[in-house]
């Protein structure tokens, strides 16, 4: 007799995609760094997104709040050099938070071609907010994680990831 309450398995037609196929974890790719790197990078985006939608703000445009926060007083073309990212995407996402009244741009001391940005009190308000939900969002993806390993990947990453012999 079939069991009628029993869970059906995971497999690549059944339109489940959050129930990756089984088979697939047993290829060659999963020992790919940077394929981890991306799945786990891609997995964690999504739900960071996900929590900051209340929000209005994706991954991007809170990091660029983020930084704006900081007070060190970024210019564009540093958040762009920083958050690896095509200048014309950073002036668009600036424009949307300026729109927004939680970014202004003023003339940078250095040199005036370029703009420095920064938070509105609006904006650092609504930073506080969104950190919150991306440290949501953190806990929910390293949940599998105790708080030493957390501790070790965050350095790991950090080494990868500001390696200056590593650039492009």
Known sequence: MKDETAR?????????????????????????????????????????????????????????LALACSGKGPSQRELAEFLSLDPSQIVALVDGLETRRLLKRAPDPRDRRSKIISATPEGQRLYVRASAAVQQADDISLRALSAEDRKQLRTLLGRIAFDEDNEL
């Not at 209340?54 to 990091?63: I, M």
């Open 8 to 64: 059906p398995t995971a497999s690549a037609h059944s339109g489940d995609p959050a129930a990756p196929d089984i088979r697939l974890r047993a290829t060659d790719l999963v020992n790919e760094i940077e394929f981890l790197a991306a799945r786990a990078r891609s997995l964690g985006s999504a739900r960071a997104n996900e929590m900051l939608a209340t929000l209005d703000l994706k991954v991007r445009s809170y990091s660029i």
